[in-house]
């Protein structure tokens, strides 16, 4: 989880702002609003910051290597 990362960690991580989300049992089909921005699987949300998957209700994305879950 996102507030499980040493502080130094989440101190160095832009900050993540969701608005929305849409889950589908379609990969293809799963969105997730962040930072104002509509974003898919694989999606860069900022540099060293990349969405790895959405679920129906969480989201893992990885931090310069380091991954992490937030609730949706």
């Given at each position: 989880m996102l507030?499980?990362?040493?502080?130094?960690?989440?101190?160095?991580?832009p900050r993540l702002s969701v608005?929305?989300?849409?889950y589908s049992p379609d990969p293809s089909a799963r969105i997730l609003?962040?930072?104002?921005?509509?974003l898919r699987e694989g999606d860069a949300?900022?540099?060293?910051?990349?969405?790895e998957r959405i679920g129906p209700r969480q989201a893992?994305?990885?931090?310069q290597g380091t991954r992490?879950?937030?609730k949706l």
């Open positions: 507030a499980d990362l040493p502080s130094d960690v989440r101190a160095a991580m608005s929305g989300a849409v609003l962040i930072n104002g921005q509509v949300v900022a540099p060293g910051l990349v969405l893992v994305l990885s931090w992490f879950q937030i």
